[in-house]
């Protein structure tokens, strides 16, 4: 079965960084495009950023310049680099497929950006 488990939340200041990482299990993230995705107290999960199979990135407007999305393919991990962090970024933060067609949701890890 597949899969998908979030690490790497803490609760961090403004203007610091997090790495978040996630391990994929019975699925080779490799061979599709995924995303990041979050969603923060009373609003819509929303997609912060994605790759494609080919290495190509895209990501929201809220978080361009500051996140980095990555892939390790011999590992089948996908990363999430925040830096710069406001409290804005407050959410809990999901990997998934992009488009998320099948219900890969995991639990998620917190991200809390706050003096």
């Known amino acids: 079965q597949v899969q998908l488990v979030e690490s790497g939340g803490d609760l961090v200041q403004p203007g610091g960084s997090l790495r978040l990482s996630c391990a994929a299990s019975?699925?080779?993230?490799?061979?599709?495009?995924m995303g990041w995705y979050r969603q923060a107290p009373g609003k819509q999960r929303e997609l912060v950023a994605t790759?494609?199979?080919?290495?190509?990135?895209n990501y929201a407007d809220s978080v361009k310049g500051r996140f980095t999305i990555s892939r390790d393919n011999a590992k089948n991990t996908l990363s999430l680099q925040m830096n710069s962090l406001k409290p804005e970024d407050t959410a809990v933060y999901y990997c998934?497929?992009?488009?998320?067609?099948?219900?890969?949701w995991g639990q998620g890890t917190q991200v809390t950006v706050s003096s």
């Open positions: 998934n497929l992009h488009p998320s067609i099948n219900n890969y």
């Open positions: 790759i494609r199979s080919g290495g190509s990135t």
């Open positions: 019975g699925i080779i993230i490799r061979i599709y495009a």
